[in-house]
């Protein structure tokens, strides 16, 4: 969660910070409108401006309100421990590739995050990857199927896949646990089936999927741009929001807030993109990576389709008693988390060289659920960020390659990301019971 | 009756496996009106409401919208007709905040995207007809008091625009003022021109606001008494079962009378 600093009208009282309610620009600093509202004497009152912004922040860590705080210290400290250890750590080449390396399994991970909002699970992820790759590789190479017939054909499958999965949990009803671990096997066994005698299919030269994490943008001005367009569009947004929210007397976001956000956003984005430019330029898969993350992000948090995600992950029977569709919800989004699944296993494929009978197998599941989990969406249901995706998968993707450039087997590998999973999930559930304590949920 | 009944229910049954929680119950919702539905713990009451709210779909018996028979076998479709429901276990999102439960499952927006600030504004000046203080109607509702939650899901009701209301015990967490302020919104409804369904264990509640009073007894109806003409006791008296007999002698005396 990137709201650490989130500052809420007057109040003590703010979003529970781990991401509970979707709606965003509902927090304001100074309350132009609540002044002449009865006010609860007993509520701690924030100070106007900066200072006040410390105190509340220090107010919500002290809560148990961490948000993505953790993620983003743990980041500082993976990449200082690497750096030290290995001064190629952090240089642009190595950078550039986490940024490509992310992309595959990121996308997965943004489809496992929807399935947690629900308060459910999706273990047949890794096995949809795997089919995903495998029917671009039997319908482009071995058919000769036109290549961008056959991406999109292996992500409507996907899409299909899951939605099955949701039809046998919300409709027959059972467990997403038990289904999903059905798939995890059965399509395993689809994929293994698909790629037949050959066991593996190369990536031809040129085609659509070699692309997705072999093409870069390598004109300076394309990683620049998309720098400042994000920016741009960022603080335009909180502005218009703000404004808006004055002209309707609703409190609103100070205006140092809104700088402060929009420097912090534009030193991230601008450092990056000087890094990757340093490199090769700007690499297609991490744009269709963010492209992934910024629908995903406004589909969930303002549209009525993600409010019912939460209101289902919440409450799922006020969800029904308000009219909504539960099954229908549940059922999307599990064919959402195929789709994305599918796609992403094309990046694998992408990054191997092709499609294999093992692509999506071993460690790419727990992967996937750990980059989830550890960017701080709760396994618990309801309460979660899309951005979560990013922040885990970085996380996850740092430790191999600083583990890589020190030549650590595998196994080294398996046990300290396991460890660092076990670490989120422990703050995770450690911040909650503070939450519970300072009076939240 | 003279007026025309905005809801009619006719016979309705429902089972819960060995339980038969309603048995052959008739109530009729006139427009404009509070009706208080009574009973002892466990009479059924919940159960009535909640197959009119598409809850529990009914097992046996009809339901008559505007005249018309309708059938509501889901939640949406006793939303589509007009009918907003508070339920006793009030049924809020813990996870969501003020604004979003107000407006679950009826969101302003623009084609699919939220309008939040339409809704903080509406949801702020609804809570303050309530009167209730609320530190922020950005929290998660799992943060509230208890009374709050429920002024909260009494709001609920109010959004869009129902033609029933139905409360399911509304006061029963809620402070002096507050209670003053549902009973004074449940007037104000009828006001308007609303049918008002109000459940509560509160005599005091009923006799204040209520026009008619709908007793249920074991999952039965056990008479419909005019506020203004019947006395505490009697049905006091109809709801426990104490007197049976008198309830039905009445009946038949009223009745008699109405036929001359
Ligand atoms: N979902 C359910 N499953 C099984 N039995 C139920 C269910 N809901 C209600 N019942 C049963 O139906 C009967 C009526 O319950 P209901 O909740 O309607 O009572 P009530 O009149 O609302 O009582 P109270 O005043 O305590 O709220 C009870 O015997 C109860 O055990
Ligand atoms: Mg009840």
């Known amino acids: 969660m990137s709201d650490t600093v989130d500052k809420e009208r007057g109040t003590e009282d703010t979003k529970a910070g781990s991401g509970s309610a979707p709606a965003d620009g509902a927090d304001g600093g100074a309350g132009n409108g609540a002044a002449d509202r009865a006010v609860d004497p007993r509520l701690l009152v924030r100070e106007q401006g900066f200072a006040g912004y410390l105190t509340e922040f220090r107010r919500k860590v002290r809560g148990g309100e961490l948000g993505?705080?953790?993620?983003?210290?743990?980041?500082?400290?993976?990449?200082?421990?690497?750096?030290?250890?290995?001064?190629?750590?952090?240089?642009?080449?190595?950078?550039?590739?986490?940024?490509?390396?992310?992309?595959?399994?990121?996308?997965?991970?943004t489809g496992i995050v929807f399935v947690l909002l629900l308060?459910?699970?999706?273990?047949?992820?890794?096995?949809?990857?795997?089919?995903?790759?495998?029917?671009?590789?039997?319908?482009?190479?071995?058919?000769?199927?036109?290549?961008?017939?056959?991406?999109?054909?292996?992500?409507?499958?996907?899409?299909?896949?899951?939605?099955?999965?949701?039809?046998?949990?919300?409709?027959?009803g059972v467990p997403a646990f038990v289904v999903t671990l059905a798939g995890f096997l059965g399509w395993s066994g689809l994929q293994i089936w698909l790629m037949g005698?050959?066991?593996?299919?190369?990536?031809?030269?040129?085609?659509?999927?070699?692309?997705?994490?072999?093409?870069?943008?390598?004109?300076?001005?394309?990683?620049?741009?998309?720098?400042?367009?994000?920016?741009?569009?960022?603080?335009?947004?909180?502005?218009?929001?703000?404004?808006?929210?004055?002209?309707?007397?609703?409190?609103?976001?100070?205006?140092?807030?809104?700088?402060v956000r929009t420097v912090a956003m534009a030193v991230v984005a601008f450092v990056a993109a000087y890094v990757l430019n340093q490199s090769r330029g700007l690499p297609l898969a991490l744009v269709l990576f963010l492209a992934v993350l910024v629908i995903a992000d406004f589909g969930v948090r303002r549209t009525t389709y993600g409010r019912q995600i939460f209101a289902v992950g919440g409450n799922a029977e006020a969800a029904r008693r308000a009219g909504i569709n539960v099954e229908w919800v549940r059922i999307s989004v599990f064919g959402i988390a195929g789709m994305l699944a599918a796609f992403g296993g094309l990046f694998i494929a992408s990054l191997s060289g092709g499609a294999t009978k093992s692509l999506g197998a071993g460690?790419?599941?727990?992967?996937?659920?750990?980059?989830?989990v550890i960017g701080?969406?709760?396994?618990?249901?309801?309460?979660?960020?899309?951005?979560?995706?990013?922040?885990?998968?970085?996380?996850?993707?740092?430790?191999?390659?600083?583990?890589?450039?020190?030549?650590?087997?595998?196994?080294?590998?398996?046990?300290?990301?396991?460890?660092?999973?076990?670490?989120?999930?422990?703050?995770?559930?450690?911040?909650?019971r503070t939450q519970k304590t300072a009076g939240r949920t | 009756m003279a007026k025309e009944s905005v809801l009619a229910l006719r016979g309705i049954s429902k089972r819960f496996g060995a339980v038969q929680a309603l048995t052959d119950v008739d109530l009729e919702v006139v427009a404009g009106e509070v009706i208080a539905l009574v009973g002892d713990n466990g009479a059924g009451k919940s159960t009535l409401v909640k197959t009119i709210a598409g809850v529990h779909p009914i097992d046996e018996g009809s339901i008559e919208w505007e005249g018309r028979p309708v059938s509501i076998t889901r939640p949406h479709?006793?939303?589509?007709?007009?009918?907003?429901?508070?339920?006793?276990?009030?049924?809020?999102?813990?996870?969501?905040?003020?604004?979003?439960?107000?407006?679950?499952?009826?969101?302003?927006?623009?084609?699919?995207?939220?309008?939040?600030?339409?809704?903080?504004?509406?949801?702020?000046?609804?809570?303050?007809?309530?009167?209730?203080?609320?530190?922020?109607?950005?929290?998660?509702?799992?943060?509230?008091?208890?009374?709050?939650?429920?002024?909260?899901?009494?709001?609920?009701?109010?959004?869009?625009?129902?033609?029933?209301?139905?409360?399911?015990?509304?006061?029963?967490?809620?402070?002096?003022?507050?209670?003053?302020?549902?009973?004074?919104?449940?007037?104000?409804?009828?006001?308007?021109?609303?049918?008002?369904i109000l459940i509560s264990h509160n005599m005091a509640d009923v006799q204040a606001v209520a026009d008619r009073v709908a007793v249920l007894r074991l999952g039965r109806n056990n008479g419909v008494f005019d506020v203004a003409t019947t006395s505490h006791e009697e049905v006091i008296a109809a709801i426990t079962g104490a007197s049976d007999n008198a309830v039905t002698r009445r009946q038949a005396r009223t009745e008699k009378e109405a036929a001359q």
């Open chain 1, 68 to 109: 993505s705080l953790p993620v983003i210290l743990g980041l500082i400290i993976i990449a200082v421990i690497f750096q030290s250890l290995n001064e190629n750590f952090l240089s642009a080449g190595s950078v550039s590739d986490i940024g490509v390396y992310i992309a595959g399994t990121g996308i997965m991970a």
């Open chain 1, 197 to 259: 005698q050959e066991g593996s299919i190369n990536t031809p030269d040129g085609s659509v999927v070699e692309d997705l994490t072999g093409y870069y943008f390598e004109d300076i001005a394309a990683a620049y741009g998309l720098a400042l367009v994000g920016v741009l569009a960022y603080a335009g947004a909180l502005l218009v929001d703000a404004r808006r929210r004055r002209a309707a007397k609703l409190p609103s976001r100070p205006v140092s807030e809104i700088v």
């Open chain 2, 77 to 196: 479709d006793a939303q589509e007709l007009g009918i907003a429901t508070v339920y006793q276990d009030l049924a809020l999102c813990d996870n969501l905040d003020v604004v979003a439960n107000l407006f679950l499952g009826n969101e302003a927006r623009h084609a699919s995207v939220l309008d939040e600030i339409a809704m903080e504004k509406r949801a702020m000046e609804l809570l303050d007809t309530l009167s209730i203080r609320i530190p922020s109607v950005r929290i998660p509702v799992a943060s509230l008091s208890g009374g709050q939650r429920q002024v909260v899901a009494i709001a609920r009701a109010l959004i869009g625009d129902p033609k029933v209301v139905i409360l399911d015990e509304p006061t029963a967490a809620l402070g002096v003022e507050q209670t003053a302020q549902v009973l004074d919104l449940v007037e104000r409804l009828r006001e308007r021109g609303l049918a008002v």
């Open chain 1, 376 to 432: 701080g969406t709760s396994l618990f249901g309801g309460r979660g960020k899309i951005w979560s995706a990013l922040l885990g998968i970085l996380v996850i993707q740092s430790i191999q390659q600083g583990l890589n450039l020190l030549g650590m087997a595998s196994e080294i590998q398996y046990m300290i990301t396991g460890a660092v999973l076990l670490a989120a999930v422990v703050i995770d559930s450690v911040s909650r």
């Open chain 1, 363 to 372: 460690n790419t599941l727990m992967n996937v659920i750990a980059a989830a």
């Open chain 1, 119 to 172: 308060g459910e699970i999706d273990l047949s992820v890794g096995s949809v990857a795997g089919v995903g790759a495998a029917v671009w590789a039997v319908l482009s190479v071995t058919h000769g199927l036109n290549d961008w017939l056959a991406v999109l054909i292996a992500i409507v499958a996907g899409l299909c896949i899951g939605g099955l999965h949701g039809f046998f949990f919300a409709k027959v």
